[in-house]
Every structure is written in structure tokens, then in C-alpha cells.
């Protein structure tokens, strides 16, 4: 995964004509701590070039949501060159908050 840097784009965002979408997407090497997760960032875990697990912090409630990328319940991920990410299928936090909701091109779509 090949991506510009994020200083760069968090730049382009501050251009007048556009605006920051709801998440970005980082790559880290190994599972953030809850400390470490931003809003309006998703973190994807990547070890030896291949995707393990999207991070994200909920939007309702602040939980740390994981979805595995790999495996046979998986969800897809797919990052344009901006770094926005759209996760399929759709997120629905059952445990806590009950927050469902679609991540298309960074934007939140609520259920």
C-alpha cells in the first residue's frame, strides 16, 4: 500500500475548495494502544505486507472498534490516493453504544 504522506494530505485538506473528510486513513506495524487511536483516523495494522486489522475510535461513543482484514469474517478496505478509506461490509458496534454506520471515501454515513 502505497500512499502520500499524511502531513501532505492533512495540507491539501486545508485548501479553501475542500474539506477534511470524517477519517484518514495511517498505517502502523502492530496494534495501536487506545491512547494511541485519533478521531478521524483509521489505523491499519499491516505486518510483512499484509493486512491484519482496521483500528478506529467509534464515532458515537469513543470505543476502540477493530475489524479484522484478514480471515473468513473479514472486511475489505480500499484507500484512493487522498487516504480516504471506504470499509465494507458495514460497521455495527453491538457491545457498547450500538453505533452502525458506513465509511465510504473517509465520509460517515449513519444507518
Known amino acids: 500500500m502505497r ?12 485548501l479553501p475548495f475542500l474539506s477534511r473528510p470524517a477519517f484518514l486513513v495511517d498505517v502502523v506495524s502492530e496494534c495501536p494502544a487506545r491512547e494511541e ?3 478521524g483516523m483509521v489505523l491499519v495494522e499491516m505486518r510483512d505486507g499484509y493486512l491484519k486489522w482496521a483500528h478506529l475510535e467509534c464515532p ?9 482484514l484478514a480471515g473468513k469474517d473479514q472486511w475489505t478496505i480500499k484507500v484512493d490516493f ?10 455495527w458496534e453491538r457491545t457498547t453504544c450500538g453505533a452502525h454506520f ?7 454515513d449513519w444507518c
Do not use: N
Not at 487522498?82 to 460497521?91: D, K, M, V, Y
Open 60 to 68: 458515537k461513543c469513543g470505543d476502540h472498534i477493530q475489524l479484522p
Open 37 to 39: 487511536l485519533r478521531a
Open 82 to 91: 487522498l487516504r480516504r478509506p471506504t470499509l465494507a461490509p458495514s460497521i
Open 102 to 108: 458506513f465509511l465510504t471515501r473517509g465520509r460517515l
Open 3 to 14: 500512499l502520500l504522506p499524511l502531513f501532505l494530505i492533512e495540507l491539501v485538506f486545508r
